[in-house]
């Protein structure tokens, strides 16, 4: 498609229960970016992947949070034993690494809501 | 680090009247700085971007921005509100590379008729 592309767009689980989260990026960006946003709070970073280099963590709030990309294309979002705190929307973004401009592509998010 | 401030949660604004969103930014270096909208139901958008140059830089949909580097300000303004500009407003600041967008807590637009 011709922008980010993410599912499900809303997501009701139980607490406990494990999540994936999927994004798809444009084709061709090479950067790949998770954020969460809380309600009534800003975008909150989560993980970057550039390429093949080693994806940045740093964002992750636990251990329960884990991401994956294969090469440059599809990234899976993954909390596993959810708590209520969880619930946020979690927006993927993209850009074309190289191209000197900044801008992020969002993708609409996935609405997690944990119970 | 890099933090972002936007001090106004909500702005309610007459439709025609002037707006000016305020943004303060810390970050040691000189900052690339952006604005994105959020409208309801849609991603994140690009307003506009500061890397370099003339401080006062012009988006789309008549925004424009003013990087104030004596006030870690870069203040969002439209001489004009339109009802459909009711939306979410962040302000972000990056660094070399534009590894990790930090965000502020935005300001959500109200238009009123």
């Known amino acids: 498609g011709a922008g980010v592309s993410q599912s499900p767009s809303n997501k009701v689980t139980e607490k406990g229960k494990d999540v994936e989260l999927r994004c798809d990026p444009i084709s061709g960006h090479t950067a790949l970016y998770w954020y969460r946003q809380r309600l009534g709070q800003g975008l909150e970073f989560l993980i970057y992947f550039q390429g093949n280099s080693a994806p940045d963590k740093s964002g992750l709030p636990s251990d329960r949070f884990s991401a994956e990309r294969t090469g440059e294309s599809v990234s899976t979002l993954t909390i596993q034993r959810t708590q209520q705190e969880d619930s946020a929307v979690y927006l993927c973004?993209?850009?074309?690494?190289?191209?000197?401009?900044?801008?992020?592509?969002f993708g609409e998010g996935s609405r997690l809501t944990v119970l | 680090a890099q933090s972002v401030t936007q001090p106004d949660i909500h702005i309610t604004v007459s439709e025609g009247a002037s707006l000016e969103l305020r943004c303060n930014y810390s970050?040691?270096?000189?900052?690339?700085l952006f604005w994105y909208v959020q409208s309801p139901g849609q991603g994140l958008q690009l307003l506009l971007k500061y890397f370099s140059g003339d401080t006062l830089v012009q988006g789309i949909k008549g925004f424009e921005a003013e990087f104030k580097r004596s006030q870690s300000s870069f203040n969002l303004r439209k001489p004009s509100v339109h009802w459909s500009d009711a939306a979410e407003y962040f302000c972000a600041v990056g660094s070399t590379g534009f590894q990790k967008l930090v965000f502020g807590t935005g300001t959500r637009l109200l238009v009123s008729p």
């Open positions: 970050y040691g270096a000189t900052p690339y």
């Open positions: 973004a993209s850009s074309l690494e190289g191209t000197n401009t900044g801008e992020l592509f």
